[in-house]
């Protein structure tokens, strides 16, 4: 059951164009995650979408409802803020039912629901303290706990961890996913940060300078992109530009880029006879000694640096045209400068966008 829709919005600010022809949808219990670089529009979907700003065309749909002319406290929406944006003079309690109140909930009706929200978020010793005698974590779930506590149709998050430490961010993260489950809530969130987005999502809407560069699942965005900047700013990549032939054999391509000559299996053929090509720096796998030329490329090694669980790697080919980036779980037997080999197995190679022919020229 569908319960948000978004239908070409546009929002426009002098010349700079926030959202251009934004159109998805929100299901009942998904979780949605509107994720870019700064500048790219999130934010401001968000605001719209809360009611805080009106887009210049397109419709907002909520449950079959406009919300267009509908003003913020109308909404069925709550929203956790990255600053918090808890009351200074008002204690964890009343900050939590500080929305139930404003619905016209008595203090009987409240309690139940403040019992269950501070058992969820683990601040039930912390019911009667102020804002300030908390940690950012608590504080972090005393909004969490306001913004979930009216059961809206859908909670809005915007880059609410982004003041936390790296543990703790981790675990309020699962706190908000199981909190969202549980409820079966609508959820849009907001976040630059691509673990998170990958981590909690059960849809990612990628944004660029105002547009949708994909819309997809966690493992479409970052196993399938679309094009070169979807496939850089999931992870890492490398990319490069390819002429791609068809095989005798349906779905296999032959390759050939400035990395070598490759035998490709995929189930999406090639937009265009010249394109870009993409792979993940963990799908090359290091080949002590090399039996075929098969998927095969070559590298001198540049540069290693031991993670702990993997070892990243980058190397140049023979006429240091590109650097390759790699992720090795065991650390290739090689001083750098070596010469390594490294096998790029058959489904790892994804076709990006067209190399336009300006680009094409360019490269003759």
Not at 259 to 286: H, M, N
Request: include cysteine; proline fraction near 5%; aromatic fraction near 10%.
């Amino acid at each position: 059951m569908t319960t948000l829709i978004l239908e070409n919005i546009t929002k426009q600010f002098g010349h700079y164009c926030a959202a251009q022809e934004i159109s998805f949808s929100v299901d009942k219990g998904e979780f949605v995650t509107l994720l870019g670089p700064s500048g790219c529009g999130k934010s401001t979907l968000l605001k719209m979408i809360a009611g805080f700003l009106q887009p210049d065309s397109g419709k907002i749909v909520l449950n079959g409802k406009c919300l267009n002319n509908v003003p913020p406290e109308k909404r069925n929406t709550a929203m956790c803020f990255q600053s918090y944006a808890l009351f200074p003079h008002l204690n964890v309690a009343h900050n939590i039912c500080f929305g139930l109140k404003q619905r016209g909930l008595s203090s009987k009706e409240q309690q139940p629901r403040l019992l269950e929200a501070l058992k969820q978020v683990d601040l039930e010793h912390h019911r009667l303290k102020m804002p300030a005698q908390l940690s950012g974590g608590q504080q972090q779930r005393v909004a969490l706990a306001r913004a979930m506590i009216t059961r809206p149709d859908v909670v809005l998050f915007d880059e609410p961890l982004s003041n936390l430490d790296a543990k703790l961010r981790e675990s309020v993260r699962f706190e908000i996913k199981e909190l969202q489950r549980q409820y079966q809530l609508a959820s849009i969130y907001v976040t630059h940060d691509q673990t998170e987005a990958l981590a909690m999502s059960d849809k990612i809407v990628v944004l660029n300078s105002g547009h949708i560069a994909q819309i997809g699942s966690p493992e479409d965005i970052y196993y399938r992109p679309k094009n070169r900047f979807v496939a850089d700013f999931i992870g890492a990549a490398n990319i490069h530009k390819a002429h791609i032939t068809p095989s005798d054999q349906l779905s296999y391509y032959f390759v050939s880029c400035e990395l070598g000559e490759f035998y490709v299996k995929s189930p999406t053929p090639p937009t265009a006879e010249y394109c870009y090509i993409c792979w993940r720096p963990e799908d090359a796998q290091y080949i002590a000694e090399p039996t075929s030329n098969y998927n095969l490329f070559a590298l001198t090694l540049q540069k290693m640096a031991f993670l702990g669980n993997l070892t990243e790697a980058w190397g140049s080919n023979d006429s240091n045209s590109i650097s390759v980036r790699l992720q090795l779980i065991k650390r290739p037997q090689a001083d750098i400068g070596s010469r390594v080999y490294f096998h790029l197995p058959e489904e790892a190679i994804h076709f990006l966008e067209p190399i336009s022919e300006v680009e094409h020229e360019l490269a003759q």
